[in-house]
């Protein structure tokens, strides 16, 4: 294998030298840089990349940590993520903290040294735990608002698209809209009910809608159906909280002999390549999650460069709403 100490060797300088210019150090005059890149060349030097991180203090990795590595969510998230680091000669090493705030901790303290920042999805959308671990190194958050006034962060506007869809449900002749929740202690879920909530309170005077608990996971989906087959109570529409749930939710109503944007419309959120290709389609708001990663990684490749940003520099993105087949009654 050859060594920093064979290009030297070859170039007729020293090894620091020769450290020096491979690492874009600018101490190095360009005649001298010239030749020993000549030497490297010639000899198919590769650096070795731990020793050159030790050299440079830096690793050209960035850290992903996410609540989940499982679905389709996470994975455009990491296809926006990758989109821009990729081009940008940066490696990813990503942590999967398993929806826990500890493991987030534990996640973000296991990368320290071994990555130049930090691009985090908190779990819950609560940014509070982490902040005391991410202060020394440059950290954008994902879906969730640090409370420490200098945390970048790139989010969804998750109250805005919940009345969007609830809105068109409305639109095309809906009345008894039951929605499907995601889990009470997420924020994004939260914000998701009180959009719910408040427009079926200003377009309908419905003060208690029907909401059933849920996860933003499939069986959630096959539960809430099951329970509203089973029960007596009227219902027209369902918004659930996440797509997941809502093709679950379809597919056990398919079941049941329910049509699906006839007999009963379905909408979801966050529009994940699955909602194109189900049968019928499905209605969601389209919260461009492919562009929440980039935008995130974006920032981050800013402040590897030494420019600092903050708050001021976060981006909430306005979803929109992409309609399909599961809400094609009342066209």
Same mark, same amino acid.
């Given at each position: 294998?050859?060594?920093?100490?064979?290009?030297?060797?070859?170039?007729?300088?020293?090894?620091?030298?020769?450290?020096?210019?491979?690492?874009?150090?600018? $101490?190095?005059?360009? =005649?001298? &840089?010239?030749k020993i890149e000549a030497a490297?060349?010639?000899? %198919?030097?590769?650096?070795?990349?731990?020793?050159?991180?030790?050299? &440079? &203090? =830096?690793?050209?990795?960035?850290?992903?940590?996410?609540?989940?590595?499982?679905? +389709?969510?996470? !994975? @455009?998230?990491?296809?926006?993520?990758?989109?821009?680091?990729?081009?940008?000669?940066? %490696?990813?090493?990503?942590?999967? *903290?398993?929806?826990?705030?500890?493991?987030?901790?534990?996640?973000?303290?296991?990368?320290?040294?071994? $990555?130049?920042?930090?691009?985090?999805?908190?779990? %819950?959308?609560?940014? /509070? /735990?982490?902040?005391? $671990?991410?202060?020394?190194?440059?950290?954008?958050? *994902?879906?969730?608002?640090?409370?420490?006034?200098?945390?970048?962060?790139?989010?969804?506007?998750?109250?805005?698209?919940?009345?969007?869809?609830?809105?068109?449900?409305?639109?095309?002749?809906?009345?008894?809209? #039951?929605h499907i929740a995601g889990p009470?202690? %997420?924020?994004?879920?939260? @914000?998701?009910?009180?959009?719910?909530?408040? $427009?079926?309170? +200003?377009?309908?005077? @419905?003060? !208690?809608?029907?909401?059933?608990?849920?996860?933003?996971?499939?069986?959630?989906?096959?539960?809430?159906?099951?329970?509203?087959?089973?029960?007596?109570?009227?219902?027209?529409?369902?918004?659930?909280?996440? /797509?997941? *749930?809502?093709?679950?939710?379809?597919?056990?109503?398919?079941?049941?002999?329910?049509?699906?944007?006839?007999?009963?419309?379905?909408?979801?959120?966050?529009?994940?390549?699955?909602?194109?290709? #189900?049968s019928p389609g499905l209605t969601?708001?389209?919260?461009?999650?492919?562009?929440?990663?980039?935008?995130?990684?974006? *920032?981050?490749?800013?402040?590897?460069?030494?420019?600092?940003?903050?708050?001021?520099?976060?981006?909430?993105?306005?979803?929109?709403?992409?309609?399909?087949?599961?809400?094609?009654?009342?066209?």
């Amino acid at each position: 294998m050859v060594t920093i100490r064979d290009v030297a060797k070859a170039a007729g300088v020293s090894v620091a030298t020769a450290s020096r210019a491979l690492n874009g150090l600018s $101490v190095v005059t360009a =005649k001298t &840089r010239k030749k020993i890149e000549a030497a490297a060349e010639e000899l %198919n030097y590769v650096p070795h990349s731990g020793a050159r991180s030790l050299t &440079r &203090r =830096k690793t050209d990795t960035i850290g992903v940590i996410l609540p989940d590595l499982f679905g +389709e969510f996470f !994975s @455009e998230i990491v296809r926006g993520i990758d989109m821009v680091t990729h081009g940008a000669g940066k %490696n990813l090493l990503l942590g999967n *903290m398993h929806g826990s705030a500890d493991e987030t901790v534990l996640a973000i303290r296991a990368m320290r040294g071994r $990555v130049d920042g930090l691009l985090v999805m908190p779990p %819950n959308s609560q940014a /509070d /735990d982490i902040e005391a $671990v991410t202060r020394d190194i440059p950290t954008v958050l *994902m879906n969730a608002h640090a409370n420490d006034g200098r945390t970048p962060f790139v989010a969804v506007d998750n109250y805005a698209g919940a009345r969007l869809v609830t809105e068109h449900l409305i639109e095309r002749g809906a009345t008894k809209i #039951v929605h499907i929740a995601g889990p009470a202690s %997420n924020r994004d879920a939260r @914000e998701r009910q009180r959009g719910y909530c408040d $427009v079926l309170l +200003e377009r309908l005077g @419905e003060s !208690s809608p029907l909401i059933l608990p849920g996860d933003f996971r499939e069986d959630a989906g096959r539960k809430a159906a099951r329970l509203l087959l089973n029960g007596d109570i009227p219902f027209d529409a369902v918004f659930a909280g996440n /797509d997941i *749930m809502a093709v679950d939710f379809m597919t056990e109503m398919r079941t049941s002999g329910r049509k699906i944007g006839e007999d009963l419309l379905v909408a979801g959120f966050d529009d994940i390549p699955l909602a194109r290709y #189900v049968s019928p389609g499905l209605t969601t708001v389209h919260s461009d999650i492919t562009r929440l990663g980039s935008t995130a990684a974006l *920032m981050m490749l800013r402040m590897m460069k030494g420019e600092e940003l903050d708050q001021d520099d976060s981006l909430i993105i306005a979803p929109t709403l992409a309609v399909r087949g599961s809400t094609a009654a009342g066209e």
